[in-house]
């Protein structure tokens, strides 16, 4: 059971959703599950989904619902280790009791384990083969979306989980080869990268992505990627009136990255890769880069 587990915990990251693992690291007395004994939880409401169990009844709703509130919690890596006594009079030092005649003590370790980011890279010229070679580098996941089918062939992207030759709209609304995207479907993708080599197919781009995201339909998703947009002020401000127009919200606008990455003082499309992984490692783990680790040590 254990590998059956942890199988499919792998299986949904490698899909690109967020996994609470809860895990029987040590028992005393008469307890239902015994130790190693696991469960694996993913997703929410109507699409959650659990493999494996703990021992079941009062003790198991009891950590599943501990582990949906730390899914919808957690944007980062965290966990914590709970102990339960299985009588509704145990007493002790961080002792949850519980409604049960059983009388043991069991304690779990209670681990959210996020997927690794899945970047979709639209446009794949110069700053998107650079960006995947620092992608590559951390074990992320990419795809590739282009117009021009000279730029999206398996010898330049060897890697890349998808690769999307189509114009814009065919992109979205689907063709014989590919179902039209959903605001479900779309969220397989950590972050959306907007780099294409023509502004207006970058608009086209960032209105369809917009208007999919606050379509009625599918709204029970619970993520959304992360969407940026390479360029400068200038440019956003003209995208943003352009949105505006097609009747996007402008809380929709306000949550886009333009101009892309940490502000280092980027040139190349090397160091442009540097600033935009960057961002994007401290959204995905939840850390406030504005807050310097360096210390003047005077």
Not at 215 to 228: A, F, L, T, V
Request: proline share 3%; glycine share 10%.
């Amino acid at each position: 059971m254990t590998a059956a587990v942890l199988a499919w915990a792998l299986s949904r990251l490698g899909q690109g959703h967020s996994v609470v693992l809860a895990s029987v690291i040590s028992t005393s007395g008469s307890v239902p599950g015994k130790v190693g004994a696991r469960l694996a939880l993913s997703g929410f409401d109507n699409n959650e989904q659990c493999v494996g169990t703990i021992g079941g009844a009062g003790l198991e709703m009891k950590v599943l619902q501990r582990c949906r509130e730390l899914l919808l919690e957690s944007e980062k890596p965290s966990g914590e280790v709970l102990t339960y006594g299985l009588n509704k009079g145990a007493k002790g030092y961080q002792v949850t009791p519980l409604d049960s005649l059983c009388g043991g003590q069991v304690t779990l370790a209670i681990e959210v384990i996020i997927a690794m980011p899945h970047v979709l890279l639209m446009g794949a010229g110069h700053c998107a083969k650079a960006l995947v070679k620092g992608i590559e580098s951390l074990g992320w996941n990419y795809s590739i979306h282009d117009t021009r089918s000279e730029f999206v062939n398996i010898e330049e992207f060897p890697n890349s989980k998808e690769l999307h030759c189509s114009p814009v709209e065919a992109f979205f609304s689907g063709n014989e080869s590919k179902d039209a995207e959903t605001k479900r479907s779309i969220s397989r993708f950590s972050d959306i990268l907007l780099l294409g080599h023509d502004w207006a197919e970058d608009q086209e781009r960032l209105i369809s992505l917009l208007s999919l995201m606050e379509s009625e339909d599918n709204n029970n998703s619970n993520s959304k990627p992360r969407i940026g947009v390479i360029g400068s002020r200038s440019k956003w401000q003209a995208f943003e009136a352009e949105c505006l127009d097609a009747g996007i919200a402008q809380e929709s606008l306000d949550s886009i990255q333009c101009p892309i990455g940490l502000n280092i003082g980027a040139e190349t499309p090397e160091e442009i890769a540097i600033a935009v992984i960057a961002q994007i490692l401290s959204a995905h783990k939840g850390v406030d880069h504005s807050q310097s680790t360096w210390r003047n040590n005077q």
